[in-house]
């Protein structure tokens, strides 16, 4: 279903094509609020009576716009959040040379960290441009990333990174990794992005917006999760078998997997894809991190559907994730935690 003619109307619409390079659009004057904020008088370059300042003026995060706007402005917030998400993808995709360039090379090389995950100069350099960009552009917040930590802010709206979901994958020349961008705000998941360079795929939401997928110059609405009436009927995603082994919940994944009509180890961000566009009913994950979870929290929540851990609390902390409609991660959940032996849980390596 094209978004077009669903989700936003024909102005919200010139909006994404302009921002995405996908045709032509009227020129706007006033780039933060498009030409429906000049109809409510908002000011080309200062910040007046007549509105706030543009961004393109201002180095203020969305966080500090909320606080000085009046009721005109709040009308305008699902716009200025399509905004913020339209520059933040572009920022993404900007990115997509750089892993693409040592994708399948001979030249790239693999490094371990101190936990013995894997990491490449693409990790990197692709975290280290996203974070340059998201202080220029939202000073004010912090960001957590999975190669150089945490600069966050005690109570401040942060940005998470995943320069490269599935670095094994990308080592190994398989095209399911992709580069996860999230924003939490007040405790929520508000945005997310997941980014597919080697399969020209972007998933995409921010709240207040329809999530939608980017493929081949399209633009389609995410579908919401279908109804499964048995777990005997259900498609389950994972990251696979080994992750869940020595944990607690091993005997109920092994149920789950036993039980499904179908079950497939699609690891890392590769398994939500095919969940969102509605081909699967659920993933459940195990040894998963922050960087990972808050963009696909943020697209679940948009879709109808939910993260949770295992024992069914909303979660994108980790270490593990049930990804599914609400009534199907409860059942999930119920039959991981009914099965839990009493073992401690081993340490488990990061498999990103």
Known sequence: MSLENDTFGTGDMSVIRDSWGMGP????????????????GASKTTGTSHGPRPVSQTNRSPQQWRSNVDSRTIALMPTMQRHLLSWIEAEVRRCRPIGLRYFRSPKLRV?????????????????????????RHCPS????????????????PYWTIDPIDGT??????????????????????MLGV?????????????????????????????????????????????????????TPYRKGFERIVRECFLERAYGDCYGYLWALRGHADAVI?????????????????????VLTDCSGHLNFHGPEAIFASAAFAKQLSRILTSTQHSANSTQIKDQF
Do not use: C
């Open 25 to 40: 659009s009227k020129p706007r004057e006033n780039r933060t609020f498009g030409t429906e904020a000049m109809r409510h």
């Open 111 to 135: 490094e371990r960290k101190a936990d013995h995950s894997p990491v490449t100069i693409a990790d990197r350099t692709i975290e280290e441009h996203l974070r340059k960009a998201i202080s």
């Open 141 to 156: 917040d912090g960001i957590v990333g999975e190669e150089f930590g945490s600069q966050a802010v005690a109570g401040a």
């Open 168 to 189: 094994r994958a990308f080592s190994r020349g398989l095209p399911t990794w992709g580069s996860l961008v999230g924003r939490v705000e007040k405790g929520r998941a």
């Open 194 to 246: 997941v980014d597919f360079p080697a399969l020209d795929i972007t998933l995409a939401v921010v709240d207040g917006t329809a999530a939608y997928e980017r493929a081949q110059g399209r633009v389609l609405k995410l579908k919401p999760p279908a109804v499964v009436p048995s777990l005997k009927q259900s498609v389950i995603l994972h990251g696979g078998a080994a992750w869940w082994q020595p």
């Open 285 to 305: 994950d195990y040894s998963v991190k922050l960087w990972d979870l808050v963009p696909l929290a943020a697209l679940a929540q948009a879709t109808g559907r």
